[in-house]
């Protein structure tokens, strides 16, 4: 139920919604599985390219595994990461958004994931689920969020409609409010557009956060979470069950495109194309990206924080689309904000 008016105060609610003692192992063990299960079946759909694992140190504390495929039948480059690191001091980019957890020494985990196809028709997609404590304060995060080169309503829809049958089994209102968010997030100021066709996206998620958890109190994203109002608290447990869902959702949400796609002929209309949006990715990843941000502030390793950037890329200075060219219809309808769950075709 969800109401404005009940929800309680911290004192009220601390000590029965606190993370479990195990909580850390548990959410570490999890993140380690969904990297194993979804590099196994990308070595799968793939059929020629294999992950190079990579283990890495932090000097300050912890560690993560970098899984790299390179040169694949599918995918030029997928990377598949999983992290686990902690120290004493927090990075600026937490401690503007939680002030509360000054003092406290912090401990994050998760697993992120870019795939770079090879194929213009195939999109790209990232993935991130996390978790953040730091003393009492905790929080889920994470999303994922789809960019084709080329415009095909069907693959939109179908990930939309899967990420919202993971949100739905958890809170009715997650999905309308996380794609609201997804679609602020992925979106670069200085070309006035999205990244690509959005997904979910949410951060700072814990036992009394309002859905929106944003930056833009006056986006649709906050609009629409005030006006469904703050859930009642829900338990770490909750939160750990809905992350496990969306995790889970990846593979059938994003290899039935791959399966549709990866045939299709191409040309070198279609591959500089690609290449052009290409550059699209790498600026919002050096931009605005926030866990671009957190890994180089905590000192994290560069090499695995960067394996999001495609191998190959191109700029073209003052780029415009042919007009009623698949390239037009990206730019008119794929890379603004849509309803792609009830979306249909204007006749």
Not at 193 to 214: C, K, M, N, P
């Amino acid at each position: 139920m969800l109401t404005n008016s009940q929800t309680p105060t911290v004192e009220a609610v601390s000590s029965e919604y606190l993370p479990p003692t195990d909580g850390k192992t548990r959410v570490r063990q999890f993140m380690q599985r969904l990297q194993e299960e979804i590099s196994q079946k990308l070595t799968e759909l793939d059929g020629v390219g294999k992950f190079n694992e990579d283990g890495w140190e932090r000097p300050e504390g912890g560690g993560g595994r970098s899984r790299v495929l390179r040169d694949g039948a599918i995918f030029e480059q997928a990377g598949v990461g999983f992290s686990e690191v902690w120290g004493d001091h927090l990075p600026p980019s937490i401690l503007a958004q939680r002030p509360d957890a000054e003092g406290h020494s912090w401990y994050a985990t998760g697993t992120s994931m870019v795939l770079h196809p090879r194929n213009p028709y195939v999109p790209t997609v990232h993935l991130n689920y996390r978790y953040f404590e730091a003393g009492p304060v905790w929080w889920f995060g994470g999303g994922i969020d789809l960019t084709p080169y080329y415009p095909f309503a069907e693959d939109a829809i179908h990930l939309h409609q899967t990420l919202k049958q993971a949100c739905d089994q958890h809170h009715p209102e997650y999905y309308p409010v996380f794609k609201r968010w997804c679609d602020e997030y992925f979106y670069l100021k200085h070309r006035d557009e999205t990244r690509g066709v959005g997904g979910l996206f949410f951060d700072y998620q814990h036992s009394q956060s309002g859905l929106y958890a944003g930056p833009d109190p006056h986006g649709t994203a906050a609009a629409y979470s005030n006006q469904v109002g703050t859930p009642a608290p829900r338990s770490w447990e909750e939160l750990f069950a809905f992350i496990q869902d969306c995790g889970r959702s990846f593979l059938p949400a994003y290899v039935p495109i791959v399966e549709r796609r990866h045939g299709m002929e191409y040309g070198d209309r279609e591959r500089n194309f690609q290449l052009y949006r290409r550059g699209r990715y790498v600026e919002f990843n050096l931009v605005y990206d926030r866990g671009t941000i957190f890994g180089l502030q905590t000192n994290g390793r560069t090499e695995s924080i960067l394996m999001s950037l495609p191998p190959l890329v191109r700029w073209e200075y003052g780029y415009k689309p042919e007009p009623n060219s698949p390239e037009a219809q990206l730019y008119e309808t794929f890379l603004k904000p849509q309803d792609w769950v009830n979306w249909k075709p204007m006749s």
